[in-house]
Structure formats: C-alpha cells, structure tokens
C-alpha cells in the first residue's frame, strides 16, 4: 500500500490541470484536483471561451449593416439587449462547467473543492484537510494585473466585463496586447465610443509590425479612437461617477468607465510556494526546468503559471507531454516552435511562425511575399474593410517561416497553415498547391512576387 493519499494531486482545475488528470488518471494513476472556483479555469470562465461569445456578439452590428447589401432589410439601427448575451453566455458557461464536473468523474479523478496550500514537498491542505501526493503539479494559472497608480481601485479588468450589470456609453481601453486590442473591438461592436491608449508607438508588440500598422488603420476605420505613446497617471472619479484619466503629459481623458487589460500575472499569492521551497521568479512565476519539475523534485507546474506562452492550447501540450513522460515512458522535450496564435480584433488576426522582424533579426535572408485585398463579400456589403496576407520565405532555402494574416476568417484559416510550417513547407509547396476558390486563404498559395 501507498504511503501517500494520492499518485498525484494537480492544484489547479483550468484547461492544464484538468488535461493532465483526466490522462494520468486514464494511465491507473490515483489522481485528486483541488479547485476553489469553477472548473474550466480562466479559458472556460473569464478568458477564451466568453470573450469569443462577445466577439460573436458585437460583430453583429456591422453584420446587419452588410446584409443590406445582400437584400436583408433590417431595423435601422437594430436594437441590442446586453443582459440577454451576459445571461446566455453565462448559462453556456455553466454548462461547460458542468461537463468539466462530469469528464473529472467519468475519468476517476476525486475532486477536492476548495483553496489548496503546500505544506511541503508531499503534503497539501484542502479546507483543514491534509492530503498527501507521491507528485504534485501546480496549475494555478494567471490573472489580470492593473499597476498601483491613484485611483486604480476604479477601473475594470477583463474579470469584470463578463458581468456588468450594464454597459457604459463610452469607455477608455488602457494597454496594448490582445486583450486590450480584443476589447476594444467588442466595446465598440456593442455601440460604446471607445478609445483605446497605449504607451507605445503602436500596440501589439512583438506581431509582425506590417499586421500591427494594418490592424491599427482597420480599428481606425471602425471608429475606434487610438491614442499611442499616451501614458495613464492617475484616474480621478467625479461625484457623478464619471471617470477622468489624467495622462502624464498633462492632457485629461473623461469616460464612464476605463478598463485596463496591461497584461497578466501568475496566480501563485496565497499558495504556499515560499514555506515548501519552491522557488519563483520576480513575477511571481514558477520556475521549472525543460521537464516541469519546480526546485522542488516531486513539485511540477506548468501553463500560465510558469509564463512560457499563456495559450489555452499550450498549457493541453504541456500537460500531455509531463504525463506521458511521468506515466507513459515517452520521454520527448515541449516544442514551442511554430506555435499558431489568434486575435480576435476586428478583422482577425491569425498569425504562425516567425515575423519577418524576428526573421532578419535570426540572420535570414528573407523574401516577402504580400497581398492586400477587398474580401469578396465586401463589394456588396459597402464595407471598406480590407484583408492583408503574408509570407515570410527563407531565400536560400525557400523554405516558409512565418504566415501572417488579418482578415474575416483569419483564425480559421491560419490552423491548417500551422500544419504546413511544422512539416517544413516550402514556397514552392505552396505554389503548387490548387486554391480554394473564392475564398481569402487562396491569396496565401498564389501569392507569386516578392514585395
């Protein structure tokens, strides 16, 4: 018999978490997850999946627009009810949430509800219960993080937007990721004049500077007001609640509300990292070596909480490659190469490889191959929206480093793109390929002359 209550106790039931204790538990292994809140963790709750809903929602508006073009007669303007999608999307989250529940028991892994601490390098409490783990594996995750600055207690992080009781007439977007570009776009989808600020010359830092240029001329067209190399110092709340940015070059911002999306932390306060010994980075991000074991040997963490790449998809791999090197015997190092990630601004961004900045930058000698083009729906619509592809191409070796795209479908498209770049695809692959006609991903396989 076992000295331990457990093979392994995840802490931790986001996307990582979960992953990795349905497949050990699918492996023999005697397995707990200890969760405080809802399963699914920020993608299922507060990140991916709602966004992508309101995402869904506010394209709408510019939907009904078009379809005039295409002989729909719509209500102009159309109405819209925010609680109706706050409350459907919150229902479906529920939903998923319940599904996580069912999948964990199906699987045989025993839920702990409730906050969990390390106690040591074997031992975790659950709600004054002690249990102990021959392995334990950190999966905590991230959470928004708003710099201290006066009157940063009156802002709004992504958190919070999932359930306003209602939405404000104007609203102020601090930051310059995904999230504050994604955002943006919904607010503005929903009817709210945005604006957006951000510190930089131009935001989404470290994309393909020809995709972020693009991308800022798109959300100006939609109405968006972009105001970069801006910088928040203080926010002054009004008795009639109405907010006031103060910059730092001395202009003054007014809107109802002001949402920062400045990037995002590591969920490890509260732990218990610091009295077992596991060992942590400034940030507060566990460190780990190429295996995921922490400092301490029978201690592994892995997704946004060791702040590698913080995708939903990233922390499944992660979780699949420590258990199949734990309880299957594959031993096989993570490959972070050529890992595909999406915006959902509006239009999308889908993007795979590497941008012709870091290209140069690694000592290629690159070509460019690029196409800037009116979607096909678009000449009935009236929209002037416009779509942007490009290839990155190895000169020497002519084989394709990078596929960069912006457009309605976007996301969609660079999946199968990904497939190509991690099977070394040539520009020639690409030439040879037969398009899809009409769509916009054929612009990427017909593409002939470098720019």
Request: overall charge negative; hydrophobic content about 40%.
């Amino acid at each position: 018999m076992s000295q331990f209550n457990f093979d392994l106790l995840v802490i931790g039931g986001g996307s990582g978490g979960v992953r990795a204790a349905r497949m050990a538990a699918a492996q023999g292994v005697r397995v707990a997850l200890a969760e405080e809140k809802q399963l699914g963790g920020t993608c299922v709750n507060l990140g991916c999946v709602p966004k992508k809903l309101f995402v869904h929602g506010a394209h709408y508006r510019e939907d009904f627009h078009h379809a005039v073009g295409f002989g729909w007669q719509i209500p102009d303007p159309p109405t819209f009810d925010w609680p109706t999608l706050r409350d459907h999307k919150t229902a479906d989250i529920k939903r998923i949430n319940k599904a996580f529940d069912k999948m964990l028991a199906a699987a045989g892994v025993e839920l702990l509800r409730g906050r969990a601490t390390l106690i040591d390098a074997h031992r975790v409490a659950v709600n004054g219960a002690t249990y102990s783990a021959e392995r334990i594996l950190l999966t905590t995750g991230g959470r928004p993080h708003v710099p201290e600055f006066p009157g940063s207690e009156h802002v709004l992080v992504s958190d919070d937007v999932f359930y306003l009781e209602r939405l404000p007439r104007d609203i102020l977007v601090v930051g310059g990721g995904y999230i504050a570009v994604e955002f943006a776009g919904i607010f503005n989808g929903f009817g709210i004049k945005t604006d957006l600020l951000y510190r930089g010359d131009l935001f989404l830092r470290g994309f393909d500077r020809d995709l972020r240029s693009f991308v800022r001329d798109e959300m100006s067209k939609k109405g968006i007001t972009l105001h970069f190399e801006s910088n928040l110092e203080r926010v002054v709340k009004h008795p009639d609640g109405c907010l006031e940015a103060r910059l730092i070059d001395g202009r003054k911002m007014t809107a109802e509300q002001i949402f920062f999306a400045t990037g995002r932390r590591p969920n490890t306060a509260g732990l218990g990292l610091e009295k077992a010994g596991v060992e942590t980075d400034p940030s507060g991000a566990i460190k780990v070596d190429n295996t995921f074991r922490t400092s301490l040997p029978s201690i592994y963490a892995l997704g946004d909480v060791i702040d590698r790449v913080q995708l939903t998809p990233v922390a499944l791999a992660e979780a699949m490659n420590l258990v199949n090197r734990l309880y299957r015997n594959i031993d096989q190092p993570m490959d972070y190469d050529n890992i595909p990630t999406a915006v959902f601004s509006q239009p999308d961004i889908g993007t795979v490889g590497l941008t012709e900045e870091a290209a140069r930058a690694q000592g290629y000698d690159v070509e460019i191959f690029r196409s800037e083009f009116r979607e096909l729906k678009h000449s009935l619509s009236g929209s002037d929206e416009r779509a942007l592809m490009k290839l990155v191409v190895d000169k020497n070796t002519d084989r394709v480093l990078g596929v960069h795209a912006v457009g309605s479908a976007a996301a969609e498209i660079i999946q199968g793109f990904a497939v190509a770049l991690r099977a070394g695809a040539t520009k020639r692959v690409f030439d040879s390929t037969i398009g899809v006609h009409p769509t916009s991903a054929e612009e990427l396989v017909t593409i002939r002359e470098p720019v």
